[in-house]
């Protein structure tokens, strides 16, 4: 290590006390004095120019203590990053800034992931650990002491191929993706939940005499307009134009701002929704904090109008477009007022009710019968359109 002048114009060094640079000719004066701290750590030459011997001389001795000390190693390598680390340090908040539903990864990972894998190096988890997990997560229960569903089970594959593919591109991770030749469970995303004629009958009778009348509003408007659930919680009257019939959702899933129209039904809930507190949200919760849940009220109003067990709230949805699925309405249409991305994710509400796939199979035998034969079809059906 040595402490050397530092030539400003042709950026050589000088010996301590030299009045000229030997390469330039430049005169070392006060006001253009440098000094040069010149170290060598861990086999590496690195330098420092700064303004006073004093402070080169206390670089030159921190340099010093570090070299010794191992700090300043270069040649050292730092021990692989865990899965844990991976995902507190860099992932995280890289996800929070890139991803609308982050927090739903962050419960992923820290409820299913993390306590399995999350101790481990990235370059040390193996396909074996992967199938250990899977195995794992489908002996685990959820909170209703249920076997986590095939979907919940592949959101972590997914995940976790997604933590892998990140850390690749970022240099973290070099190797295969361990979750590559994993198989994803399949999930039956064709069969859908709706209520009977029946079912949606009682519902309707039993909203407009239910007590709590903050509930009541909720499910009917959840019927009327088959809105995420998420999304009729975080609506605030602003959204709502009256004059043209419309509610604006903010930041739906996946897409941008989206203005639908309301039938006259889910207007009628709005103009009558309990107004018990001074707050912007329309279906408000206690104080009129915004709501997150309507769990605990769906499952007594579902009891009461006898609906079968497995229709949860959220099937409201799916409910909503099959009804208009059946009755004729376009899928095209349907996406639209899902808010639906993708139209392969609307496919899965095109479900006819018996008596929709009955009217069309008399339509086709009025259709393709000889007009001979027609006159005594259609006074069997009832007519060409089958009604």
């Known amino acids: 290590m040595a402490i050397n002048l530092f030539c400003r114009t042709c950026?050589?060094?000088m010996v301590i006390g030299s009045k000229k640079c030997k390469k330039c000719g430049t005169t070392v004066t006060k006001k253009n004095k440098r000094y040069r701290v010149v170290v060598s750590v861990g086999g590496k030459r690195k330098t420092k120019v700064v303004n006073t011997k004093e402070l080169a001389k206390n670089i030159e001795k921190a340099l010093q203590d570090a070299d010794a000390s191992g700090e300043y190693n270069i040649q050292k390598k730092k021990a692989p990053s865990s899965l844990n680390a991976f995902w507190t340090k860099q992932y995280l908040p890289w996800i929070k800034e890139n991803k609308k539903s982050w927090y739903i990864d962050q419960l992923n990972f820290n409820n299913h992931i993390d306590p399995e894998l999350g101790d481990k190096q990235l370059c040390f988890i193996t396909q074996f650990d992967?199938?250990?997990l899977v195995i794992g997560l489908k002996k685990k229960k959820n909170k209703q002491d249920k076997p986590l569903s095939a979907a919940t089970i592949k959101h972590q594959l997914?995940?976790?191929?997604?933590?892998?593919n990140i850390a690749e591109q970022w240099g973290v991770f070099k190797g295969q993706n361990p979750c590559k030749r994993v198989k994803k469970p399949k999930l039956n995303n064709t069969v859908t939940e709706f209520l009977s004629k029946n079912e949606l009958s009682s519902l309707t009778n039993i909203l407009s005499t239910w007590p709590d009348r903050m509930q009541a509003s909720i499910v009917k408007f959840a019927m009327y307009t088959g809105i995420r659930p998420k999304e009729v919680f975080k609506l605030e009257w602003r959204d709502i134009n009256f004059e043209k019939e419309t509610v604006l959702l903010r930041d739906p899933k996946g897409i941008l701002d989206q203005i639908l129209p309301l039938s006259p039904p889910a207007v009628e809930v709005l103009k009558t929704v309990p107004k018990e507190y001074d707050t912007p949200f329309i279906f408000y919760s206690v104080l009129g904090k915004q709501r997150k849940t309507i769990r605990h009220g769906w499952k007594q109003i579902k009891k009461v109008a006898g609906i079968h067990e497995s229709f949860r709230y959220y099937d409201l949805?799916?409910?909503y477009a099959t009804y208009l699925v059946s009755s004729g309405v376009?899928?095209?249409i349907v996406q639209a007022l899902l808010t639906h991305k993708d139209a392969k994710t609307t496919q899965r509400y095109a479900h006819l009710d018996d008596d929709a796939l009955r009217k069309a199979a008399n339509l086709s035998g009025v259709l393709l019968t000889a007009?001979?034969?027609?006159?005594?079809?259609?006074?069997?059906t009832g007519g060409h359109n089958g009604q």
């Open 11 to 13: 950026k050589s060094s």
């Open 130 to 132: 992967i199938e250990k």
């Open 158 to 164: 997914v995940l976790l191929t997604r933590i892998f």
């Open 317 to 319: 949805r799916h409910n």
């Open 330 to 332: 376009s899928l095209y």
């Open 371 to 380: 007009e001979s034969e027609k006159n005594k079809i259609i006074s069997i």
